[in-house]
T-cell receptor
Framework: EAQVTQNPRYLITVTGKKLTVTCSQN?????MSWYRQDPGLGLRQIYY???????DKGDVPEGYKVSRKEKRNFPLILESPSPNQTSLYFC?????????????FGAGSRLTVL | GIQVEQSPPDLILQEGANSTLRCNFSDSVNNLQWFHQNPWGQLINLFYIPSGTKQNGRLSATTVATERYSLLYISSSQTTDSGVYFCAVTQSLFYNQGGKLIFGQGTELSVKP
């Protein structure tokens, strides 16, 4: 089944404890991105990647890092999480070739930072 | 940058009622999508509708690109329709930003039995 898989789905952590949210897609998509969802704000793009080793900041990149060493994986790294990073996170992907900008979203990762 | 506004922010319906959700956007777009976020947080793509009208069962959507708005119609609502409905748009300049979508703030729908 074609899908975007995120782990963990739920996580409670403490301020300053480094964590990584993994994202993997099995559709050979070039484009991958991370979004965060906050009440009243919808979803906002954190980082995106156009292909292996090509990443760039989205609209809300502060406090996050990403890497794209393999085409299928795009992990989101919080080096020193803070409570304002408590949010619902989504990974998404799409192929580069299509003119229709239809993203496939993962199931979401709900992160709480105490 | 482009702004996306959805209304109403909250909506409570009795089962069987009809509803219309609205999405206004401040600039021309290449793509518009409607999503349903279920109570478990999962985003489900309902419609890809940059212009025109589409129907899928009890749901239909209309986008009038020249007037910069889109409407989502839910007829004969069911409790399973509850959740948050998002409108999201993109422009050609975002294609080189991973195909970035700009989301509205959502409409939270609650359908009571």
């Amino acid at each position: 089944e074609a899908q975007v898989t995120q782990n963990p789905r739920y996580l409670i952590t403490v301020t300053g404890k480094k964590l990584t949210v993994t994202c993997s897609q099995n559709m050979n998509h070039e484009y991958m991105s991370w979004y965060r969802q906050d009440p009243g704000l919808g979803l906002r793009q954190i980082y995106y990647s156009m292909n292996v080793e090509v990443t760039d900041k989205g609209d809300v990149p502060e406090g996050y890092k990403v890497s794209r060493k393999e085409k299928r994986n795009f992990p989101l790294i919080l080096e020193s999480p803070s409570p304002n990073q408590t949010s619902l996170y989504f990974c998404a992907s799409r192929p580069a070739s299509t003119g229709r900008n239809v993203l496939t979203f993962g199931a979401g990762s709900r992160l709480t930072v105490l | 940058g482009i702004q996306v506004e959805q209304s109403p922010p909250d909506l409570i319906l009795q089962e069987g009622a009809n509803s219309t959700l609205r999405c206004n956007f401040s600039d021309s777009v290449n793509n518009l999508q409607w999503f349903h976020q279920n109570p478990w947080g999962q985003l489900i793509n309902l419609f890809y509708i940059p212009s025109g009208t589409k129907q899928n069962g009890r749901l239909s959507a209309t986008t009038v690109a020249t007037e910069r708005y889109s409407l989502l119609y839910i007829s004969s609502s069911q409790t399973t329709d509850s959740g948050v409905y998002f409108c999201a748009v993109t422009q050609s300049l975002f294609y080189n930003q991973g195909g970035k979508l700009i989301f509205g703030q959502g409409t939270e729908l609650s359908v009571k039995p």
